[in-house]
Nanobody, 122 residues
Framework: QVQLVESGGGLVQSGGSLRLSCAAS????????IGWFRQAPGKEREGVSC????????YYADSVKDRFTISRDNAKNTVYLQVNSLKAEDTAVYYC???????????????WGQGTQVTVSS
C-alpha cells in the first residue's frame, strides 16, 4: 500500500517556525520528486515547493522563498519542509505529493498525503 503521511503542523504566532514532515510507506521517496502544496479555505491549491529525485534541485513559490526550505532524509524515507518567519497568510492545510519530476501542475502528481494544518495567529 502506497501512503504519504504529513505531520508537524500546528498553531504558531506570526514570525514563528515549524518543520513539516512527509513520510512514505509502500515505496521509496528517493526515486520521486516530492512537492508541497497548500490550500486555504475558499482558495485554490497552491504549489509551495518541490525537490527533485535526481540532483536534489529545489523550487519555491515566490511567496515563500527565503522563508521555507525543503530537504530530504532518504535514510528515514522522509521529506521535510522547514517553514520560518510565518505569516498569517501562510495559514492552510499543507499537503505533500509524489511525481516523477517536479511539476507546477498539481494534477500531475501521483500520490498525496492527508494534509497537516498550519495555523498562524495574528
Amino acid at each position: 500500500q502506497v501512503q504519504l503521511v504529513e505531520s508537524g503542523g500546528g498553531l504558531v504566532q506570526s514570525g514563528g517556525s515549524l518543520r513539516l514532515s512527509c513520510a512514505a510507506s509502500g515505496f521509496t521517496l528517493d526515486i520521486y520528486a516530492i512537492g508541497w502544496f497548500r490550500q486555504a479555505p475558499g482558495k485554490e491549491r497552491e504549489g509551495v515547493s518541490c525537490i527533485s529525485s535526481s540532483d536534489g534541485s529545489t523550487y519555491y513559490a515566490d511567496s515563500v522563498k527565503d522563508r521555507f526550505t525543503i530537504s530530504r532524509d532518504n535514510a528515514k524515507n522522509t521529506v521535510y519542509l522547514q517553514v520560518n518567519s510565518l505569516k498569517a497568510e501562510d495559514t492552510a492545510v499543507y499537503y505533500c505529493a509524489a511525481a516523477s519530476i517536479c511539476y507546477n501542475d498539481y494534477d500531475r502528481y501521483d500520490y498525496w498525503g492527508q494534509g497537516t494544518q498550519v495555523t498562524v495567529s495574528s
